[in-house]
């Protein structure tokens, strides 16, 4: 019995790293072919590092889309849960051809999360 309860202490107390693993990856497979989240560093897409609570098309030194500029989204959960879901939905004529945005509700609520949280 004191086994099974110092392993589920251990796993308890890995949980907090596990989920940010998975917000890594999670980003790393839907995100980091555009975007990076460090602070500067734009590719493709603008970089994703401080983007919430952001106007959206205001990042320092990306040249974003007319109609992002003009959006006047500023972006929390829900915004960027339904930006990920469906990107020219939210904002019609964004620049981020070919992604077509992520159907599974939990796969974008790590994502937010792990944009939430600086990464």
């Not at 555009?34 to 040249?63: I, W, Y």
């Not at 915004?79 to 939210?90: G, H, M, R, S, T």
């Not at 599974?104 to 600086?118: N, P, T, W, Y």
């Amino acid at each position: 019995m004191k086994r099974f309860a110092v392993a589920f202490l251990a796993a308890a107390a890995a949980a907090p790293a596990m989920a940010q693993d998975d917000g890594q990856t999670a980003f790393n497979t839907n995100c980091r072919m555009c975007h990076t989240m460090k602070e500067g560093d734009n590719r493709q897409g603008p970089s994703l590092a401080g983007v919430f609570g952001r106007k959206a098309g205001l990042a320092a030194g990306f040249n974003y889309s007319p109609s992002m500029k003009q959006s006047g989204i500023t972006w929390d959960e829900a915004y960027l849960d339904k930006f990920i879901a469906n990107p020219e939905q939210v904002v019609n004529g964004n620049t981020m051809k070919p992604y077509g945005g992520i159907n599974d509700a939990a796969q974008r609520k790590v994502i937010v999360e792990f944009l939430k949280s600086g990464g």
